[in-house]
Every structure is written in C-alpha cells, then in structure tokens.
C-alpha cells in the first residue's frame, strides 16, 4: 500500500519559516520523481516545486529564492524549506510522487500564513 504522510504545516506571521516534510511508503522511492503542491481556497491546486529522480529541482517564479525543495533517498523522505512567507502562500500543500503511468496523492498539510 502506498502512503504518502505530509507533516510540518501550521499557522506562521509573515516573513515567519515553515519546514514541510513527506514520507512515502509501498514505493520504491528513488526512482520516482517528487513533488509539492497547493491549493488555495477556490483555486486550483499549482505545483509549487518538484525534484526529479535525479535531484533536478523546478520552482513555480512566485516561490523562487524562497523556496527548497530537497530529498533523502535514505529515509524515503522529501522536504520543502519555505521561507519569507507571505498570506499569499496559504494553502493545503499536498506530496506527489510521479513515475509514469503512477502517480500517488498525500492528504495534505495546512499551511496558513497570517498575522
């Protein structure tokens, strides 16, 4: 069974740092290609940054410089280090892992940006 379990989300001030992490399971993680992304009330979920099996990272422009995106192939884990937070990054932030034709959806963890 594939699990994907996000953690690290909560309610932050602008300019605070949040740390995300996603631990996936039933997968044979390093090969698989990894990513975060976000959905805000009444939008539709973005990609926010992805790293692929190679450890090629891609950003969306607006998290640019703020953002990291890493993974452990040792602990199966992938991680996104968000920093200068602002209200406009308030969203579930979901974990993705993509090997085609599979891809695997975590639950999603809040992220509220606000004073």
């Known amino acids: 069974q594939v699990q994907l379990v996000e953690s690290g989300g909560g309610l932050v001030q602008p300019g605070g740092s949040l740390r995300l992490s996603c631990a996936a399971s039933g997968i044979p993680f390093s090969i698989y290609n990894m990513g975060w992304y976000r959905q805000a009330p009444e939008k539709q979920r973005e990609l926010v940054a992805t790293i692929s099996r190679g450890g090629i990272t891609n950003y969306v422009d607006s998290v640019k410089g703020r953002f990291t995106i890493s993974r452990d192939n040792d602990k199966n884990t992938i991680l996104l280090q968000m920093n200068s937070l602002k209200p406009e990054d308030t969203a579930v932030y979901y974990c993705?892992?993509?090997?085609?034709?599979?891809?695997?959806w975590g639950q999603g963890t809040q992220v509220t940006v606000s004073s």
């Open positions: 993705r892992a993509e090997r085609v034709p599979r891809t695997y």
